[in-house]
């Protein structure tokens, strides 16, 4: 087992059983995002989501935790025909709408949608995974052969049971794409409750003064180029 895989699994270890002990009650919730510059440039595509942990207080609020899986180069610019993998960097959710911001990106979000207990442990390791330093990233990765490289795309989809199954799960970048791989979590059984929405995490996200726009999955999102 290479050194990376090592570190991944401590940190997993310490990330994912917390979804199992968490107390009676708890929720975890999952939004989908997808953006690109207006009008379009192909090397501001982005896939990336969220994970969110609603556990009751015993006091009325509901205590908020998420963690974010956006995996890019660290200096948030892509370059999508280099062949070269280089080092990846896993942003949060405010870094990525920062990064979105700065290149007059478009912004939509499918979700937030409820999943299981076993779904965000999966995602907390797929964190753990990224973040210990031995996955780099590419563009055009390996198609799911080797795990060591990904795009901003397999990042997110590995953390699924189901859908980590499709080698490309996107056809095209951006938004569009992304709209098509929020109706793969949908068919698949991704999400309790099927798309049933749980809009109060919006404001408990700060999303509503970000500016995104919500979609349903599969819906059309025409591409501007001018």
Known sequence: MSRFLY????????AGPAAAQDPPGTRYYFLLFGGQSVPFKPRTGHTWATWVKATPTGAGPVMVDSFTISW???DGRVHPWRLRCGPGHNFTLDET???????????????????????????????????????????????GRNREVMHCVHAVTYADPAVSRYRQPVLRVGEPG????????????????GAQTHDWLIPALGLDRAGVIRRAPGEHIPREWR
Request: overall charge neutral.
């Open 97 to 143: 709408l920062a990064i979105m911001a700065r290149e007059h990106s478009q912004v939509s979000v499918w979700g937030p949608f409820e999943v299981d207990a076993s779904r965000y442990a999966l995602a907390c390791q797929q964190v753990a995974t990224l973040e210990a330093g031995g996955v780099r990233f590419r563009t055009l990765d390996s198609l």
């Open 72 to 74: 890019l180069p660290p």
């Open 7 to 14: 570190a991944a699994l401590a940190l997993a270890l310490a």
């Open 178 to 193: 992304t709209s098509n791989l929020a109706e793969k979590y949908l068919r698949n059984g991704a999400f309790v409750g």
